[in-house]
C-alpha cells in the first residue's frame, strides 16, 4: 500500500520559514519524481517544484523559485519543502505526490500517481 504522509504545517508570520515534509512508503522511493503541489480556497491546485528520483535535479514555478528548495532523503523515504521569506499569499493545504518514470518538468498534477492527505501552511500578516 503506497502511503504520503505530510507533516510541519502549521501557522508562521509573514517573512518566517517553515519546512514541510512528506514520508514515503510502499514504492520504490528513489526511482519516483516527487512534487509539491498547493490549494488555497477557491482556487485551482498550483504546482510548486519537483525534484527527480536522485534529487540531482529540481524544478520550481516563478512564483516561489528562491523562496522555497525542495530536497529528498532517499535513505529515508522522505521529500521536504523549505519555505523561506513567507508571504500571506502563500496561505494554503501544500500536498506531496509522486510519480514513476516522469521527468523532474511535469507540473501537471494529473501526471502524478499518488498524493498525501496534505497539510496545512497559514502565513498571517
Do not use: H
Not at 508562521?12 to 488555497?40: H, N
Not at 517544484?49 to 523559485?65: D, L, P
Not at 514513476?100 to 501526471?111: M, V
Request: hydrophobic letters at 35%; one cysteine or more; a neutral charge.
Amino acid at each position: 500500500q503506497v502511503q504520503l504522509v505530510e507533516s510541519g504545517g502549521g501557522l508562521v508570520q509573514a517573512g518566517g520559514s517553515l519546512r514541510i515534509s512528506c514520508a514515503v512508503s510502499g514504492v520504490m522511493f528513489s526511482t519516483y519524481t516527487m512534487a509539491w503541489f498547493r490549494q488555497a480556497p477557491g482556487k485551482e491546485r498550483e504546482f510548486l517544484t519537483a525534484i527527480s528520483g536522485s534529487g540531482g535535479a529540481s524544478y520550481y514555478t516563478e512564483s516561489v523559485k528562491g523562496r522555497f528548495a525542495c530536497s529528498r532523503d532517499n535513505a529515508n523515504n522522505t521529500v521536504y519543502l523549505q519555505m523561506n521569506s513567507l508571504k500571506p499569499e502563500d496561505t494554503a493545504v501544500y500536498y506531496c505526490a509522486a510519480s514513476a518514470g516522469l521527468g523532474f518538468r511535469a507540473t501537471d498534477g494529473r501526471q502524478y500517481d499518488y498524493w498525501g492527505q496534505g497539510t496545512q501552511v497559514t502565513v498571517s500578516s
